[in-house]
C-alpha cells in the first residue's frame, strides 16, 4: 500500500511563510516526478509546483519567486517552501507523486495527498 501523507498547513498573517511537507511511504520501489497543486473553494485544482526526480523544476506563474519545491529521494519527500503569502495562496494543498511500488504487477501510477489546509489572513 503507497500513500502520501501531508503536514504543515495552517493559518498564517499575508506576508508570512509556511512550509508544507509531504512523505511518500509503503511498497515504493522508485518515485519520479512530485508536486504540489491546490484547490480553493469553488475553483478547479491547479498546479502549484513540480520536480522531477533529478531535480527539474516547474512552477506556475502566480508563485515564481514565492515558492520553492524540493525533494530528497533518500526520503522520498517532498516540501514546498511558501512565502510572502497572500490570502489568494488560501487553499488545500494536495502533494502529488508519480510512484514505482515493489507490488508485483502493479504499474507506475500517480497518487494523490489526503491535503493540508492553508488558510492566509488579510
Known amino acids: 500500500q503507497v500513500q502520501l501523507v501531508e503536514s504543515g498547513g495552517d493559518l498564517v498573517q499575508a506576508g508570512g511563510s509556511l512550509t508544507l511537507s509531504c512523505t511518500a511511504s509503503?511498497?515504493?520501489?522508485?518515485?519520479?516526478?512530485m508536486g504540489w497543486y491546490r484547490q480553493a473553494p469553488g475553483k478547479q485544482r491547479e498546479m502549484v509546483a513540480i520536480?522531477?526526480?533529478?531535480?527539474?523544476?516547474l512552477y506556475s506563474d502566480s508563485v515564481k519567486g514565492r515558492f520553492t519545491i524540493s525533494r530528497d529521494n533518500t526520503k522520498n519527500t517532498v516540501n514546498l517552501q511558501m512565502s510572502s503569502l497572500t490570502p489568494e495562496d488560501s487553499a488545500v494543498y494536495y502533494c502529488n507523486a508519480e510512484i514505482l511500488p515493489w507490488t508485483l504487477g502493479v504499474p507506475l501510477g500517480e497518487y494523490w495527498g489526503q491535503g493540508t489546509q492553508v488558510t492566509v489572513s488579510s
Open positions: 520536480i522531477s526526480r533529478d531535480f527539474n523544476t
Open positions: 509503503g511498497n515504493i520501489a522508485r518515485v519520479k516526478g
